[in-house]
């Protein structure tokens, strides 16, 4: 099930860097949804190379061609194919990867996988390209919460040494997540997109690249969604956020700092709104207790390591002599891959929300 | 699908702390493998409580009856049903806690998913008496995986502020993962173990909790385990051990550390080792690149929650008079879960990753 | 997924005919769903062995144990286990078998499926005794559809040469599916009893066993359930049957007869009846359409081949040998499992029907 | 996941009859195997409508065209999609439909199902044009079996009143089936065509259809494919097989003729063949014991409804003014779809099969 995701709303990925074309199919989408194809086109403008310095300078045709699945604007109920067209693609970059392996990269992993078979050209299914459909099916998914009352929204919380500052886990602004979720390196401070900048144009200069962390918010949950074990949001949300290329973390919450807490300190202590409406005072718990929403804002981090294609030369393995050998990769990358990931985790999160909510019957 | 996980050897937990028993059916296991009973036991001990001042006092039976799925100590291929009566419930504790749920726990979220019908009794089916179903299921996968070299340790990495060693993820030795994985409260560097103890028993005292990190390595995975987008194994384990109560963060590799890297820094260059076998010399990746494993050992993180129960007074809701009422816990609690974590740890990976071999025919 | 099925309530079927137990975790099931173990139980006596001189001799002791899921009477929401020890199990008749499968049962494709390992015990998990489990977990999901106006009924259509009336399935009654789910030997015409009898007296004096259809009828079912494709009422409908032992053949509405027919004899005629619901004339569609109800009632037919354990020597094969040789099956057996599998075929059916009114949200 | 299927070689299926485009996105399939392009677009000629009177005079393109999982004509491992532009459309033959739907159709089922959302034009997602993606995905399932020996072919078992021979279940030949399964209007008697064509044309003719069953054989799978209760090849075809519009009835082996038998007539007695292989004397058990099969050839058959869309005025609702209402189906329809089906039930078989292989590590 590997390019397969969902249980009520099930994507299925295909394509990769190189192949005519790629694209998701959506089955068992909610019928009688209207969907917005400029604010679709929207998200998938965020992720789009190409947009400046920052990024890889290929450009990408990135608008896609829903085949089925609406009708006059609206979804039938009957899967929804989305397919985007690769028009844009060089080959020649990478006729040697196959013998020559790329650092980081999941080139020896494939090749190991798949005897050999693998399409290596761009990353082939592997590429961060695929991180496309995501966007193109979370942005459908999105569209259907956001009618709801539910807002995602994203930030570049870490890019190197620097940080923007976290979300205050008890007060997310649904304006903030409509700000950040439509913007391009949305900052919850936009004073550091300068210094960020400067990290991630100190590394291209260096032919190197940066990591960062994402961090991710959602308001108008209603609590109560989600299952005990396999079946919470964090166990739903972290097996489509680890499908993201180069997620190498993901925690909901106070995270990993949850280790230096004590129990006194980490409880969300219980109360009443002045709605009537059950609340936390704090909320360590990223919204999620035993798998399930409490009603808070949930909010979580993924962790992205710098991408592995880097100029500078490094050591890798010849497959064929079975010797070890140089290795400079040539080509157009993304000297830091945070900015353009943010759609693609928020979109992400939307389309696992929009499984869960429909899976619930809470639609 | 809340409490089934796995593609090819399905394991379906069942039971509540309070019910009659708990227990776990396996479906999908390879037949013809050989089940030492003693070593499950050995690892049910390591995580039963009771054990020393620093778990729960309580006592559970948890030597499992296996009903079905052996024949002479083999499998047969037939679905195994494990089954652990639950003897020594003190329901009367509980009485309480539908009205006023505790703080950090499943009482609230549980209540609003289940309109009240859930067992609120030793919390239900979100007790983490339930891990001891996932550390059997473990420990009888766990044997599967030994049987082809591959070797599960995990250990106490962080207890509150006390850190334990990192794995080398370079040179992970199967002899300390043996050590691990047959130990009580396992350590790299057994010194920690003190200072570790004396934060808890500070919490115990201070009638709170404390939370912690459990690493674990995993030797002898053949390159090639795994699958693109969502059918990696980070996101199967992700999905796995976010079902272990409490665990609010995932790493694989380098983690979240990845964020303050250069691509330079954090890609593994390949190699071939003196036997012609491809090699990382470093393992920034934890073992696994594109979801798929590389043949080097394999390192994740979890991040613990302080357990919740804790006995100081707390503030939570009263759901019938809907109001703000504080609350004090009384029983019997771990005022740290992650010495006995580590085995639910190390057995849940266990039986994610024979399900994975299972999927790839690799067994 | 050998032993388990369905998407939203998912069974997982454990046991074999002589391990110390058999039983079905119950994952999904709707919580607050009162369960009446008296009805439970009723429809345990309805498959239970040992009735009469038309079932085998042997006595099973049926009655299940639930072990968690149930919270004074009423469903958690939490999996469900229902077990079912298995008291009566005389081992030794079966001693043999693996080396000389017995005709028309499984024992050759098990024992290559399983290298061997299978336990042949009583047929193993390969067991009739394993429609109990089906039956319990349908008799539990039956209650909850009954409470919905959904009625479930069958009958022994044909045993041997000797047919019953058909349903007339634009007027299937209630009371007549309340008193076919209630009895033993259900017949739509009382009269066929003894005819039908006289057949299996005849089978089992000639040390023989005779086979029957079974038709089953649905009333209460909304319009709009099941989904194109693969999800329809038919597909999941098929699978589930087709995992009863002995089930040759599945057939909706007209069934085979509809290949004599012309469409203009076959197509059901829409009219709107006295309430303004739109019915059909007619219903050869067995009440389903492109897979999804029409509204009307759901009609089906499952074949049964005759028991093949037969008391008459028959020729197999010695696999150890690797020559033909004769065999004799003693032991206890049903010379027409018919009347016994008319509660299997209702309660899988209401097993099915309540998990897809689950996903469709329409409980 | 209604337009799903499978479990280690997955389909998911898109599109409706007047969409731009259908297909199937195959996740799962094994990498390194070579697909002959020629050998799948004779396998959709086979299903193409429009070749002679007995069926509808629309022209599809149906030639396939693969946007990616193929790399110079071999399966690199990663998702392949298949893509079947539509492109001879005529919407306004459909206009109709919503308000008064067909007989026999699943108009109204639809209509329901999904609020009036559903594309009712030709049918939509309903439509038979969706056997196009089956036969195009089983047509590549269909060449990996083959390189392991494994040979699949159908015939018209039965048009109206006029029956074809049945295969000889103990001796189906690979001529027959490579004959069978290459042709149209595929007759193990080519003599039955005539008459066959015959009953066609009279109720053409008549503005009427006529039903009818579709034979399969499958030959060379290895003893041992299957797995018990709800993992078997009965089920695993039933619930495929059903998917197939127009599909009412499917049996395995002698199926409902099983009723009439004795145990002593059934069960086909085991032995050794001449290269110590174990056999069947006879296969009223279709080739498949307990869900698993016995490595005799597998047989099966299904029946067809009579084409629903005939000329004749028939009666149907207006939903709209809550009437019944008189409905004359304009457009090219078939009057028999059983030659067009013969394909179709040999590469879904093709697909499930191949699934079940991957599955169990068989290929």
Redo the contacts between chains.
């Keep these: ?5 969902g ?2 709303v ?1 994507a ?5 860097s190189h ?5 998701v ?1 959506l ?2 989408l909610p ?2 949804e209207e969907i917005d194809l400029t604010a679709l086109e929207q998200q998938m403008a965020r992720r789009a190379p190409g947009r400046d310095i920052s990024s890889t300078p290929r450009k990408e045709s990135d608008t896609p ?1 829903i ?3 609406l ?1 006059d604007g ?8 989305l ?1 985007i067209e690769n028009t844009n693609t060089r080959s020649k970059d990478y006729s040697d990867l196959k013998i020559h ?1 790329r ?4 080139d ?3 090749y ?4 050999g ?3 290596i050209r761009g990353g ?3 590429s961060g390209r ?1 991180t496309a459909c995501l966007t193109a099916a979370g942005a459908i998914a999105r569209q259907i919460l956001e009618k709801r009352g539910i807002h995602i929204g994203a930030h570049a919380l ?4 620097v940080q923007d500052r976290r979300f205050d886990p008890v007060h997310v602004q649904d304006e903030d997540l409509m700000r950040l979720s439509t913007g391009y390196f949305s900052l919850l401070d936009p004073e550091k997109e300068a210094p960020m900048r400067a990290v991630i144009e100190e ?1 291209r200069q ?1 032919l ?6 994402v961090e991710c918010a959602v308001t108008g949950l209603p ?2 969604l ?7 949001v ?3 949300l ?6 993201i ?1 180069a ?26 709104d002045e709605d ?1 409406k ?1 609340k ?2 704090t909320n ?3 919204g ?8 808070m804002p949930v909010v979580f ?1 993924c ?8 100029a ?1 030369e ?4 010849d ?1 064929c002599k ?3 050998a140089p290795l400079s990769i040539h080509g157009r990358h993304d000297p830091c891959i945070v900015p353009r990931a943010i759609p693609v985790v928020e979109n992400t999160a939307a389309l696992v929300l929009l499984d869960m909510m429909a ?1 619930q ?1 809470m639609l």
Aim: hydrophobic content about 35%; some cysteine; charged content about 15%.
């Design positions: 099930m590997s390019s397969m995701i249980n009520t099930r299925s990925i295909f394509g990769g192949t005519e074309a790629i694209g199919v089955d068992g019928h009688g061609r085949l089925c699945g009708l609206v979804t039938t109920g009957a899967p929804l194919c397919l392996p650092p980081g990269h999941a020896y992993t494939a190991v996988r798949y005897g078979h693998n399409d082939g299914h592997f695929l870490q890019i190197g040494p590394a260096a190197d690249s940066v990591g960062g962390v609590a109560g989600g299952s005990p074990m396999f079946g919470g964090e166990n739903e972290g097996r489509a956020l680890f499908g290329p997620v190498k973390g993901v925690e909901f919450g106070d995270g990993f700092g949850v280790a230096a807490l004590h129990g006194s300190e980490n409880n969300d202590a219980f109360c009443y009537g059950v936390t005072l360590h718990a990223g999620i207790l035993g798998g399930i929403t409490t009603g981090r962790a992205f390591k710098p991408t592995p294609s880097i500078r490094q050591q890798t393995v497959l079975k010797t070890d899976g019957s």
